[in-house]
């Protein structure tokens, strides 16, 4: 089974990332105690490469994967988009502030984008990914699973809220899924295993 760290303190990412990792011999591990990511990009891209470098700390594997993401508002000029995690306290918070900015807008097109950057030992990339999925900011939340922006966000592709998807479903659509799957071949085209 090949260990990769997740640069990540983000409980639900992991479990999700395993979740969609299941069919692969792959397993992701969280960062040493202490991990802690500086993330000063400006762009998903090099924030996800800041976390994947940071984790290669202390860390027992030899590949080092992180996830940056977001949701991009088109109404908002793309906003939350890098800054999703701050844009206020709490995740209610945040759902709350992003509802009362589109009150009254008609456009409530959105996506979610999750950029993952895969870096070995000595931190050089070894592969990067950035893909989305599309969406609607719904008018009230809707459905108790996922996290983050989910019970606002409606998946187009499957007429429910993110929050609304089982575990299950959301693994196989979410722009998580479909980054982690372009990885996964990544790593099965290139015959990179785990040493035990
Ligand atoms: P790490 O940096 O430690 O991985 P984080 O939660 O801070 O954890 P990000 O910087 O990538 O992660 O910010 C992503 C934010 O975007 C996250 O906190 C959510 O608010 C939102 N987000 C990302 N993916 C999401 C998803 O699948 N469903 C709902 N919200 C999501």
Redesign the pocket.
């Known amino acids: 089974m090949l260990k990769i760290t997740l640069?990540?303190?983000?409980k639900h990412?992991i479990d999700?990332i395993n979740l969609i990792a299941k069919n692969y011999e792959v397993e992701f591990v969280l960062p040493s105690k202490g991990y802690k990511?500086i993330?000063d990009g400006n762009s998903f891209l090099k924030?996800a490469y800041c976390?994947a470098n940071c984790a290669r700390k202390n860390a027992k594997t030899e590949l080092f994967l992180?996830?940056?993401?977001?949701?991009c508002i088109e109404a908002l000029k793309g906003a939350p988009g890098i800054y999703?995690?701050r844009y206020a306290q709490t995740?209610q918070d945040?759902i709350n502030r992003v509802l009362e900015e589109l009150k009254g807008i008609d456009n409530r097109k959105a996506k979610?984008v999750?950029a993952m950057v895969l870096v070995n030992k000595k931190g050089e990339i070894v592969f990067q990914v950035q893909k989305e999925c599309h969406g609607t900011i719904l008018e009230e939340q809707r459905g108790k699973n996922?996290?983050?922006?989910?019970p606002i966000?409606f998946v187009d592709s499957e007429n429910r809220s993110?929050a609304e998807l089982s575990d299950t479903e959301?693994s196989k659509i979410?722009?998580?899924a479909l980054a982690l799957v372009d990885v996964l071949e990544f790593l099965k085209i290139y015959n990179i295993k785990g040493g035990d």
Do not use: I, V
């Not at 996922?146 to 989910?150: I, M, P, Q, R, V």
């Open positions: 640069g990540t303190n983000n990412k999700e990511a993330e924030n976390k992180a996830d940056d993401s977001g949701l999703s995690a995740a945040r979610f999750c996922g996290f983050g922006y989910d966000f993110m959301k979410s722009h998580r």
